[in-house]
Structure formats: C-alpha cells, structure tokens
C-alpha cells in the first residue's frame, strides 16, 4: 500500500495541542483545575471527553481504510502523548475505545463479513461512542487461559455468561469486545473474540458493577459488567471460533506500543514542573537552577526522557514499517518505558522535595497526581514481569539472528527518518513470534559506523554495540524454561531492554542530525551521548559520566518543550 504524505507526528501533535488551548487557561474546556476537581472528588471527566470527541480524537483511533485519521502508529502515540501531558485519567480513559478496537483492526479481513464488523465499529467509534476491552475477571486476573466467562453457541449467535472485572469504561462503553471461553475445556483453541453491543441487549442480560475507587486514575471508570444469557450474534464474532488468543496477542502489539504516549506525556508535564521550580525557587542568594548538584540531576533525567522519546519513535514507526518486529519491540517498549518512566517521576519528586507531596500548592501540586496515575500504566496491557518474559520466550530466535547477516543503515531509515511517512497497518503482518531477530540491534554496527563518519558521539555508541554483543551471548547460552523462570532471566531481559532503547537512539540521531540545525542537543551528538551514557552505565559498562547531564542542562531550550522529536519545530523556533 502506497504510503500517504503525512505531516511529522509532532507537527500533528502541536495541531490538536492548539486546539486544546492553554491548560492554564480557565476558559479553555480542558484546563488544570478541571482536572484537578475531577480528582479530589473522584469524578468522571465528562466535560473534558465530550471536548476531545468534539475535536475528533476518536477518529485517531480508527484506521484510514475505515473511514478514520489512523495511518501512522507515530502520529496516534504523539496525539495522545499531548492529552496525556495534560492529564493521564482523561488520556486512559479516552484511549480505552482504541483498545477495544485493536482486536478488529489486528485482523486481515478475509471476506466481507469481516470488512462489513469493521466498518460497523469504526461508524460505532466515530460517533462518540465508547468501546472498552474485558479480558480479565475476579478470580483470574491477567491468567487469559484461566477465563470462565463463556460463549456458548445457541441458533441465532451465542449467548455470553459471566463477569469481567477491573475493566476500564466497562460502565460508560457502548460496546465490550469479549474473550470468552467457547470450548468447555479451554486450552488454547478455546477462546474466541465477541463485540457485545450493550444497546442492543436486553436490559436483564447484563449488569455493570459499581465502579472501584483507587488510588490513581481516581476518576476513571474502574468497574466490570456480568453477562446472563447475552445474546450475541454470530456476525459479532472477531474471526473464526477459538482464535481468540491469538487475535488479543496481535492486538497487545498494538496497544502495548500505544501505552508508551501515557509515559511520555507523564514526563512532560513532570519535568516542565521541575524545570519552572528550578527557575523560580531562591535558596541563599541563588536560583535552585544555579545550583550544580541539581543542574546534573535534571540533566540526567532529560537524558532518560530523551531515551523514551527515542525508542517509542522508533518503535511505533515500526508498527507499519517493520511489523513483523513487533513480537520483539512491543514487550519491549511496555516494559522499558513506563519503567523508566517510573524511575524519572521518582528523581523529579526528589527535586521538588515537600511540593511533590502537597496537593494544595498551585501549579506544584500537580505532581503527586502524576505519580499516582502513571503507576497504573505498567500494570494494564501486561504488567512489566509479563512483557519482559514474552521477550525471554524469543531469547532462542533473538540470538540466532545476532549471528546472521546484520542489517545496513539503508533498512533503518524508514524506522528512524522522522519525516518521512510510513504506510497503514497491514495487519497481516502481525506474528506471534519474530524469526529475525531484533532490528534496531541487528543494524547497530553499521550505524556505529556511520556515527563515526558523522562525527557523532562514537565512543559511547561503541562501547554500546560491545555491550550488546555480550548480552546476545548471555542469550545464547540461556536454556528456556517452561514454567519457574529464573529471575536472572528477567534481569537478562531488562538489560536486552536497554540495548534496543540505545540502539533506537543511535538510530534517531543519526537519520535526523541533518535537520537539526543549530539546536544544541543535537550538536556533536550531545543528546545522544547522554542517553547512551545513562545506558551503559545501567549495564554495569561504563561510568555515571556525569558532566555530560551538565552540558544537557544547559542545553535545555527556555522558550519551548525539550524533545528529540521536535525538529520541524526547533527549526521554527
């Protein structure tokens, strides 16, 4: 499919920021103390949802072949990355109807029933109508091949019984995709994908449950639905009986590499909160911002962010470039970015010190929110241990293609060139298990090289593709395990983790240098050097190398937002 000519995913991003309006602003529908009423009383961003519908976010979620604004996996992940930067409950919540879709649109059409469901949904979801996802129940959790909600053939469809739980918008939603249990006996064959359309359901076949209160989020809809003899049709069915498994696994490629918006818009509206405190804040006769021990430490936290930044460039431009990757890259940026992610809000609350606890203080008082919400996005969609141990199932094939033919700089390109368009979803591309390998890892060496002749940061970028040399030996040598992973495993994953975050940064820089102009991150590699910096550092190779965190610091642009996938607008600045 030919690719369209879309604009960059960050000039899309600033697009819908701008008709948002300013946060600050209390004439705007989607400001801060909206969304800071709607948490103290735990409470339903109505307002804030029927804005975003207005301004047409839901046609975000919807493929171009359908009728929707959905082409390139960027664009989605930079949309959602500014409403989560103003507010992670509203940005869970709003999101959840693209998860509900993913097991559709996960599908390669075969005939035109399958077409006709798509088109039903994607009408469904550009008319404002919510769509939610019940996988998990009471007694199972996250244990898929545990559900005993089930489906049961009957004369005109099936009839679904039980209850799913800890279900995001189960109440508010339209429609519930379903996996429920179609074969008594379960196994892997034993699950299929239903859409129950809630307005069409007699109202005595179904029950929503109260919505539960946590700890963050606290305004979302938490809540489940039991299901008593719901008449689902047979055309409601997402692909044939007992592919059920298979079509939610497809669908996490997309929703996990979509989680990654929720982490980086977390950050930046963290780290703008320090940055104004830095600035603002006089101890003995100086600004905080003068202070060297502090200057290091946000230096280094940018670092991190721009690490996130890079890696989730380049793996949602890979959801339609490289899809066979994804088995690979998904796992991997779920559980490396919100982790991150995690560690960097931790390193700003030490920054704000008493600010990061106090809920009243204008501005400042933001923060604890944040923290509270984002600990919920390494939780859903997999938790971090699950991600990481889909990684551990492919340690075999992953070090198998470390010892073939590497990839050239060539192939990378349309991974990490940020201005060039990337084609639609092909989902026929979608595999359970990659049998290339890793690309971003798989191209390093060349891109070490180019690094070099580029005049880059090549010392650490070397020492990087050493280090990852080192852990594809580590998987070699690893013996899988059935059940009982090791937890050496585990960290082994972690560290692979790290390896493709820092090759996704060597790969970002080394296709966009060009366009960056006289922006000082960029110059002589610096943002890149940082990153990888922090990177071999967390691999135990190489020093904390923290006068590099100085020089980010300084770096930091006063007049707009850092970030390393900006470049059309540092070049308008």
């Not at 998860?99 to 005939?111: E, F």
């Not at 891109?447 to 852990?471: N, S």
Request: net charge negative; aromatic share 6%.
């Amino acid at each position: 499919m030919a690719a369209p000519a879309l604009p960059l995913a960050a000039t899309a991003a600033r697009h819908f920021e701008e008709l948002l309006g300013d946060p600050a602003d209390a004439g705007v529908v989607f400001n801060h103390a909206r969304v800071a009423a709607a948490d103290e009383t735990e409470t339903f961003p109505v307002e804030i949802w029927a804005e975003l519908d207005r301004l047409g976010l839901p046609a975000h979620y919807v493929p171009a072949a359908y009728g929707g604004e959905l082409r390139g996996f960027d664009t989605l992940v930079q949309v959602l990355r500014a409403v989560a930067r103003r507010d992670l409950t509203t940005a869970v919540g709003h999101a959840k109807t693209f998860l509900g879709c993913a097991s559709v649109w996960a599908r390669a059409p075969r005939g035109e029933a399958d077409t006709a469901q798509a088109l039903r949904l994607a009408g469904t979801v550009l008319a404002g109508t919510p769509v939610c996802w019940a996988l998990t129940e009471p007694d199972h959790g996250s244990d898929l091949m545990g559900g005993e909600v089930t489906a049961v053939r009957h004369a005109a469809g099936y009839r679904l019984n039980g209850t799913k739980w800890l279900i995001n918008n189960a109440t508010r939603a339209g429609v519930v995709c379903v996996l429920a249990r179609t074969d008594p006996d379960g196994g892997p064959r034993g699950f299929t994908v239903l859409l129950a359309d809630k307005r069409d359901l007699p109202v005595d076949t179904y029950r929503c449950l109260p919505r539960e209160s946590t700890h963050g989020i606290r305004g979302a809809d938490i809540s489940g639905i039991s299901f008593l003899d719901a008449p689902v049709p047979a055309t409601e069915l997402v692909g044939a009986p007992g592919s059920g498994l298979e079509t939610v696994l497809r669908a996490l490629q997309l929703t996990r590499t979509a989680c990654t918006a929720l982490s980086l818009g977390a950050a930046d509206h963290a780290l703008a909160l320090v940055r104004q405190y830095l600035a603002e804040r006089r101890l003995y006769g100086r600004r905080l911002a003068d202070v060297p021990v502090l200057r290091r430490a946000v230096g280094r936290l940018h670092a991190m962010h721009f690490l996130a930044e890079a890696v989730t460039a380049v793996a949602t431009r890979a959801v339609t470039v490289e899809t066979e990757q994804m088995s690979v890259l998904a796992p991997v940026v779920k559980a490396f970015v919100p982790t991150l992610t995690d560690q960097l809000l931790q390193g700003c609350g030490e920054q704000l010190g008493a600010r990061a606890f106090l809920t009243g203080i204008p501005g400042y008082g933001r923060f604890q929110k944040i923290e509270r919400d984002h600990r919920i996005v390494g939780i859903f969609d997999g938790s971090t241990p699950v991600n990481r141990n889909a990684v551990i199932n492919q340690f075999p094939q992953l070090a198998r293609a470390w010892s073939g033919a590497p990839a050239d700089v060539s192939r990378l390109r349309p991974l990490a060139r940020l201005d060039l368009p990337v084609p639609e979803l092909d989902p026929g591309r979608l595999t359970l298990a990659g049998r290339g390998g890793c690309l971003p890892l798989l191209g390093l060496a060349a891109a070490v090289a180019a690094v070099d002749a580029a005049g880059g940061p090549v010392t650490p970028a070397r020492a990087l593709l050493d280090a990852t040399g080192r852990i594809h030996a580590e998987l070699a040598a690893h013996r899988p395990a059935a059940h009982d992973v090791e937890p050496a495993a585990y960290d082994l994953a972690r560290r692979f983790e790290l390896c493709v975050a820092g090759a996704a940064a060597v790969h970002l820089w080394l296709h966009n240098h060009d366009r960056a102009g006289a922006d000082p991150l960029w110059e002589d590699g610096l943002w890149l050097e940082a990153a990888l910096t922090f990177v071999l550092h967390q691999l135990g190779a190489g020093p904390a190398g923290a006068t590099v965190y100085d020089r980010v610091f300084a770096a930091l642009p006063g007049d707009r937002r850092p970030s390393v996938l900006d470049l059309d607008l540092a070049e308008e600045a």
